[in-house]
């Protein structure tokens, strides 16, 4: 049986708490249990109090074939964060909303540079998706095309460092592919509409339910955050990027990312 644990963001107290009541027992370094897996959808960094222990949890329990990992957009934007760009700078740019993102993570692994960097090629061994027979499992969004497209790119499904380079370059199908796996689909709002995210950034494009069809949906009910300003009428599917949804035919998909509820 597989377990599915979404974002933790560096909350080890409340994960040790939920592996044990689930049933995992901590044996040599790692949590297991006999009949069951873990498999984290990623999220690990950022946000929480205990980073370095929600990173030694996941990796042991992955290194011990106890749990899978995927890679998280914040895991994919830490690395960009530290890559540098040939020309100077880096490929997550420095910028004050970036640095407020990572903070947490980077005053945790202060004076531990060898340490964090340990962990950013782990994450470089995370895949980006995972299927079986049965189910799809992914960080943010699940498109068919987006993850066939990086099947036929990645390296086993994961990111090479040539790889993470070309996938900044935006409008790139790399980019966009990645962008929408990791962080899921956007549309532009209506003209004079903004909202304040959960980082404290004016936002002016909404994630979507890319679950529902966005033919029937409007502005709204496609919205994944509960924004009362968005309007009551149908969407204009041109303002779409990538009009495919999930249909209920295929497998059953299990994610993270969003802060649902229910």
């Known amino acids: 049986m597989t377990d599915f ?25 790692a949590y297991s249990h006999p009949e069951r897996k873990v498999l984290f959808v990623g999220g690990y960094i950022d946000r929480g109090p205990k980073i ?70 782990w994450f470089k061994t995370l895949p980006l998706y995972y299927e079986t027979d049965t189910f799809r499992a992914v960080h943010a969004c699940w498109d068919n095309k987006n993850i066939q497209y990086l099947k036929n790119t990645l390296d086993n499904d994961k990111l090479t460092d040539e790889l993470i380079y070309q996938s900044v370059r935006k409008g790139s199908a790399l980019n966009e592919a990645i962008d929408q796996t990791l962080k899921g689909k956007e549309m532009k709002m209506p003209v004079g509409l903004s909202f304040t995210d ?10 979507i339910k890319w679950w529902e069809d966005p033919s029937k949906m409007t502005y709204r009910s496609i919205s994944i955050e509960p924004l009362e300003d968005l309007p009551e009428k149908l969407i204009e599917i041109s303002t779409l990027k990538s009009p495919e949804f999930y249909h209920n035919k295929d497998k059953k998909v299990f994610f993270g990312h969003y802060w649902l509820k229910g």
């Open 5 to 29: 644990i979404g974002d933790i963001h560096g909350h080890a107290d409340k994960l040790e708490a939920l592996l044990l009541k689930l049933g995992y027992k901590k044996k040599d370094g």
């Open 52 to 121: 370095r222990e929600t990173l030694a949890i996941v990796k042991a329990m992955v290194e011990s074939e106890n749990a899978i990992a995927l890679i998280g957009n914040h895991e994919y934007n830490a690395i960009c964060f530290h890559f540098q760009e040939t020309e100077g700078g880096h490929l997550r740019k420095h910028l004050i909303k970036n640095i407020i993102q990572h903070y947490e993570t980077l005053k945790q692994f202060q004076n531990r540079q060898e340490e964090y960097e340990r962990y950013l090629e």
């Open 198 to 207: 959960k980082d404290g950034t004016e936002r002016t494009e909404i994630r």
